[in-house]
């Protein structure tokens, strides 16, 4: 993946108005890394190169190789080093390359990254926070454009974050790092690049763990997004308001737990309901949101909640990648759908 | 034959004796229908006592299987904590596994075999001269993360042990069938650290080969991987018969080579008898507390799943005291 586009890291003192995602995570890890020294961030090459989204850029130049470490290429490993780490009392920030490249650490994430605090009764914490590359969108090859987050989500003990942009990135990695208990940080990949305005010098009040939030106001019915799909439903709400139909887009951020409050809150608002996700339908994190929002909402609901996602294929070759991801056609179309849905 | 301290020896006598009869107790136990299952280690007490008697509990720690009494009994843990797995109490155990200096036993046979590697990192890193352990079996060392964790431990030169018990059998499969070149010693040259094979059931020798290893550890010398040679005198499980896969011939020329056998016959008669009366109190004491142990409070169900617990998961618990309370 060297032939992706590097972007250097803003000096730190005068951090620009405008940030990409991985300039933002970058800057978060650097953060964090200076509040706490018991923070360690290792993986496949994430020392010299600074990983291969450069992510961890310049990390290692500033907190040395004791706290900023290439691991030999071994998933499982990284992550059962990450247990005895933490149970030593480090607060360690692990990278898997790539989400698809996260498999051969399941057993290690599943069985005991997850377990320890609980199989110890309490003793032994688990202060993990797992960065993970993530979703499609990157042309890329491959095993490199997962969406796994039902997979994580569903696993107790784990709590799961995606950010959709460089303000949210910032936050939500410093929040995920700070929490006591293991969470797997999903960054959209496609993202990574986007640059936004944001000034991370700036005091703000972080919105506690597992909220979501409004990226766009709406009243007609609201689209419910994570990761890279927040900017694919913005850009559709964008093209609804043309036509007159105002959509509020819910970035969830927090896919564990759910903000089922703040879910419930704008569908009970907008009275509809559209989940989009890059990952495949069937038992995808759209049914567990369908399923909260019609408890919650059941009376309020004028149609039954929609789902655009991925297909149930394997996530495909670049070629194919346009069709695989929700367009916003396909968007529109259950848009549309929830608008004009009639009782029978 | 090398000088031994009939001081240490019947030191390690003692706590495998102790070891020994717990184990006897905890099958009885099963056949009561106390326990639901147990995973007998009659046979491995050398192994498991002379290696975790070597370790200083004030810096370095232990990561046991499933089959390691012997080293929770070395190491002084509350054995009626550390028999609560067995009794299907609770996963991992009742012990504190950081006041132990035991890991909650693991029932991913490889898998704690990389946590000893991060753990011994973190040592290392503190500058505390602390050195990890850690418990498998030639089963075990055909898993990916066994290679894998000795792998990073050569490559980072970390205090760590990789004490292999060969009990020659992994549930049904043999050695032979199941390391490929026969040695999990050998393979240690491969990852550039330390490899030696000990006679497993020679309790010394084991307490010998472990201090060695701690000692380069501590030096900065790396990893070390262990080889004990021993034998699985019982089945794998309680539900386990041996009877269909092994002959017995082979057991009772290893029942020859017992190792409480051969540490008691180095011993004087009195040190002996006062080693199984100590073993026997031991046994009726933890017999008791197994038998007066009571399940956790129920809503202990959802208490240690987080620090910070989710919404939803107290939700759950809320909805389900609400159920009990109809």
């Known amino acids: 993946m060297s032939e992706l586009p590097a972007v250097s ?24 890394c200076e509040d706490d020294d018991r923070v360690l961030v290792f993986g496949q090459d994430v020392g010299t190169l600074g990983g291969v989204f450069r992510v961890t850029d310049g990390l290692q130049d500033k907190f040395g190789e004791h706290r900023v470490f290439d691991t030999p290429l071994a998933e499982s490993a990284i992550m059962g080093m990450a247990v005895g780490l933490a149970m030593h009392g480090w607060r360690p920030v692990p990278e898997i390359q790539f989400d698809g490249f996260s498999y051969p650490a399941i057993d290690q994430i599943v069985n005991q990254v997850a377990r320890m605090h609980y199989r110890s009764r309490g003793v032994l914490n688990m202060p993990i926070t797992l960065r993970l590359p993530s979703f499609g969108g990157i042309r890329a090859p491959e095993h490199h454009g997962e ?46 690049w986007h640059r936004e305005s944001f000034d991370p010098t700036a005091e ?126 396909r968007i529109l179309a259950a848009v549309q759908t929830t608008l004009e849905y009639r009782r029978g | 034959m090398q000088e031994r301290d009939p001081r240490s020896l019947r030191e390690l006598h003692r706590l495998m004796l102790v070891a020994r009869r717990l184990d006897e107790e905890a099958i009885a136990l099963q056949r009561q229908g106390v326990l639901p299952g147990y995973a007998p280690a009659q046979g491995q007490e050398a192994a498991q006592v002379g290696s975790a008697a070597a370790l200083d509990p004030a810096r370095d720690f232990a990561f046991p299987g499933y089959r390691d009494l012997g080293a929770a009994v070395a190491l002084g843990v509350d054995l009626v904590a550390y028999l609560a797995t067995h009794l299907g109490i609770w996963h991992g155990g009742l012990y504190d596994p950081l006041a132990s200096r035991l890991a909650p036993f693991n029932a991913v046979v490889g898998g704690p075999v990389t946590h000893a590697v991060g753990w011994a990192m973190g040592a290392k890193l503190d500058g505390t001269g602390g050195a990890a352990i850690t418990y498998f079996g030639d089963g075990a060392s055909s898993q990916g993360d066994v290679h894998e964790a000795m792998n990073f431990a050569g490559v980072y030169r970390l205090p760590v042990i990789f004490f292999c018990q060969n009990n020659g059998w992994a549930i049904s499969v043999p050695t032979g069938r199941q390391v490929a070149g026969g040695s999990v010693a050998a393979r240690a040259a491969g990852y550039g650290i330390e490899g030696h094979r000990v006679d497993g059931n020679d309790v010394v020798a084991v307490f010998e080969a472990t201090r060695a290893a701690l000692d380069r550890a501590r ?24 009877g269909r896969y092994r002959a017995l011939a082979d057991e009772r020329a290893w029942a020859a080579r017992d190792p409480l056998t051969r540490a008691a016959a180095q011993l ?52 389900w005291k609400e159920t009990l309370d109809v």
């Open chain 1, 9 to 32: 890291v803003p000096p730190e003192v005068s951090a620009p108005p405008e940030l990409s995602l991985q300039q933002a995570l970058n800057l978060a890890l650097r953060h964090a």
């Open chain 1, 147 to 192: 969406s796994l987050e039902a997979l994580f989500a569903h696993v107790p003990g784990l709590k799961v974050v995606s950010p959709a942009g460089a303000s949210e990135g910032y936050h939500l990695l410093r929040q995920a790092i700070a929490d006591p208990d293991p969470v797997i940080f999903l960054e959209p990949k496609s993202r990574y």
């Open chain 1, 204 to 329: 703000v009040a972080m919105p506690p763990a597992g909220t979501s939030r409004i990226a766009r106001p709406g009243r007609h019915a609201t689209l419910i997004a994570w990761g890279a799909m927040v900017a694919r439903c913005l850009q559709v709400a964008e093209l609804a308001a043309e036509d007159g139909v105002e959509l509020e887009v819910l970035d969830l951020r927090w896919l564990k737990p759910i903000d089922a409050d703040g879910l419930a809150a704008s569908v009970a608002r907008t009275r509809r309901a559209v989940v989009v996700h890059e990952a495949p339908l069937t038992a995808g994190l759209g049914a567990e949101v369908a399923a909260l929002v019609t408890e919650r909402c059941f009376a309020d609901l004028r149609a039954p909640v929609q789902r655009v996602t991925g297909f149930d294929v394997p996530y495909p070759a670049g070629a194919l990648e346009d069709e695989y991801l929700p367009t916003p056609d």
């Open chain 2, 219 to 242: 030096d900065g010398g790396g990893p070390t991987v262990i080889e004990a040679m021993t034998y699985r005198m019982g089945p794998h499980s309680t539900s386990d018969d041996p």
């Open chain 2, 268 to 319: 004087p008669a009195d040190a002996v008898a006062a080693a199984e009366e100590h073993a026997a109190a031991v046994v009726r004491e933890v017999a008791e507390g197994l038998r007066t142990l009571g399940a956790p409070p129920a809503d202990e169900l959802f208490s240690f799943v987080y620090r910070e617990p989710t919404k939803a998961l107290l939700e759950q618990q809320r909805a």
